[in-house]
Structure formats: structure tokens, C-alpha cells
């Protein structure tokens, strides 16, 4: 069964550019949630997608959006980007039939802003 | 004051060695309890889950929960170098158990 597929997995951007980030999720699971992973903070929640609806969103400013689509793939968007905005994006996945914890993630997106 | 407390290391042991990790944690709501092992550049990788209190084994690898101090501890026997990595615990809450909050990671090099 492939893992969480994250892309691209590399990119650098410079301040006020926007960025849109990939994730598909393991076959069957409809649940997706974006976590960002910095060195000072650690990973911090943004917010989760189950069928096409944010369900939770993190303490985030605006700029940091998702959608998730029919297939429960999912993109999230940080626009007017900042130099602390450069972080590791990651996504994580969860089955649909269980109401646990138990996330699942990908590799990863690592952001750089210049 | 952080929901979750982590040492961040790093601990260094021999390989071969018992290793200890702990969290404690201040939510008495979280019932949900994970394990992530993160080696460098790449995402968290799930090891142990554990729901409410008691212990859980898992070949090397065995998981504590004692809700009643508020303190999980993961302990992996007879390390070996390919264990070095972050250990990150987790936890949630019933009615919000898709976010996870994490503790800091602790790094582990076990040394051959």
C-alpha cells in the first residue's frame, strides 16, 4: 500500500511569493491534515479536511489555506510568503474508519523563503 | 508553559543499551498517545500507539502511558545505531483526535 506521496519536496521561494503544496493520502483514507515543522516551534497543527471540509484550523494567520478535493487529495496555499514561513510541510493521513490518533505522515515539503 | 514537555537531548548511549524516553504533558483531556521516530529529512514515523493508560510491546519497543502523573515513556531495548533519530511523542484529546500535539523530540545517537 503506497505511504502519504508529498510534492514537491523541495522549493525555495522569495518573500511575497505564494506557494501551493501537494499531498495525497493513503488509498481509502479521507481525512488529511497539514502539519508545519520548525526548529524553534516544533510541529504545529494547521488544519485538517475530511470530505472536501476543514473540520479544525490551527493558530495561523490567513495567509495559510487548504482545500481538499473528491478524491480526498489535498493542497494547502501560503501566499505574500515570509522568511518564517520556511519550515517543513507535512501532511498526514488517517483512515476513515477510525476515530484515533493514529496519523500517518509523508516525507514532506521543505519550504525555504529568501 | 508547553502542553507537552520533551527533553530534547541529545542522549547518547552505546548500542545495546535500554533506552529511556519520557513526555509529560498538563491536558488531562488527551486520551489518544503516539510515538513518532523522524530520522533527518524525512517525515515522522508512526511506532507506538497507545490509548488511555497501561503498557504496550512492541518487539524492542514498549510504550507507557500513566495518566495519573501525566508522564508517557517509551523505552526501546537493546538499541542499536540504526535507532539513532528524533523520537517525537503525541498525543489527543477524544473529540479532537486528528490534531496531535507534539512534544519537542528528543534526539537519539546510539553510538556502535
Known amino acids: 500500500k503506497a505511504g502519504v506521496t508529498q510534492t514537491p519536496r523541495y522549493l525555495i521561494k522569495t518573500r511575497g511569493q505564494q506557494v501551493t503544496l501537494s499531498c495525497s493520502p493513503i488509498?481509502?483514507?479521507?481525512?488529511v491534515s497539514w502539519y508545519q515543522q520548525t526548529p524553534g516551534q516544533g510541529l504545529q497543527f494547521l488544519f485538517e479536511?475530511?470530505?472536501?471540509?476543514?473540520?479544525n484550523k490551527g493558530n495561523f494567520p490567513g495567509r495559510f489555506s487548504g482545500r481538499q478535493f473528491s478524491n480526498s487529495r489535498s493542497e494547502m496555499n501560503v501566499s505574500t510568503l515570509e522568511l518564517g514561513d520556511s519550515a517543513l510541510y507535512l501532511c498526514a493521513s488517517r483512515s476513515n474508519t477510525q476515530n484515533t490518533g493514529e496519523l500517518f505522515f509523508g516525507e514532506g515539503s521543505r519550504l525555504t523563503v529568501l | 508553559q508547553k502542553e507537552v514537555e520533551q527533553d530534547p537531548g541529545p542522549l547518547s548511549v552505546p548500542e545495546g543499551a535500554i533506552v529511556s524516553l519520557n513526555c509529560t504533558y498538563s491536558n488531562s483531556a488527551f486520551q489518544y498517545f503516539m510515538w513518532y521516530r523522524q530520522y533527518s529529512r524525512k517525515g515522522p514515523e508512526l511506532l507506538m500507539y497507545t490509548y488511555s493508560s497501561g503498557n504496550k510491546e512492541d518487539g524492542r519497543f514498549t510504550a507507557q502511558v500513566d495518566k495519573s502523573s501525566k508522564y508517557i515513556s517509551l523505552f526501546i531495548r537493546d538499541s542499536q545505531p540504526s535507532d539513532s533519530a528524533t523520537y517525537l511523542c503525541a498525543m489527543s484529546a477524544l473529540d479532537s483526535s486528528y490534531k496531535l500535539i507534539f512534544g519537542s523530540g528528543t534526539r537519539l545517537l546510539v553510538r556502535p
Open positions: 479536511y475530511f470530505s472536501e471540509t476543514q473540520r
Open positions: 488509498s481509502g483514507h479521507r481525512s
